[in-house]
């Protein structure tokens, strides 16, 4: 089972529980107040991993890390395609 297959069903699962608790669609006659709860949910599940992934996104970034010798390597094979390029008579 792929990931979005996995992330669909979790969701359309959510989705009709969801569904079945707020508009009482199996006839459970359960409390007001389980409906007063679930009635906002999506939008309370929306604002939770809204701040999760920018946790995340904020996490990943300050922890990146540098690699000096990465660049530095780049950096010589770009001088390296400038000169084999201007040996072949392309001005740059």
């Known amino acids: 089972m792929t990931k979005l297959a996995e992330?669909?069903?979790g969701l359309s699962t959510l989705g009709v529980l969801w569904g079945v608790v707020t508009f009482d669609l199996l006839g459970?006659?359960?409390p007001g107040s389980y409906r007063e709860v679930a009635w906002p949910l999506p939008v309370y599940l929306l604002v939770?991993?809204?701040c999760y992934s920018l946790a995340t996104v904020g996490y990943r970034?300050?922890?990146f890390n540098d690699c000096e010798a990465a660049a530095q390597e780049l950096q010589e094979q770009i001088q390296?395609?400038?000169r084999?390029?201007?040996s072949r008579g392309l001005r740059l």
Do not use: H, M, P, S
């Open 61 to 63: 970034v300050a922890t």
């Open 48 to 50: 939770c991993f809204g």
């Open 7 to 9: 992330w669909l069903l």
């Open 80 to 82: 390296e395609a400038r």
């Open 84 to 86: 084999d390029l201007k």
């Open 28 to 30: 459970l006659e359960l």
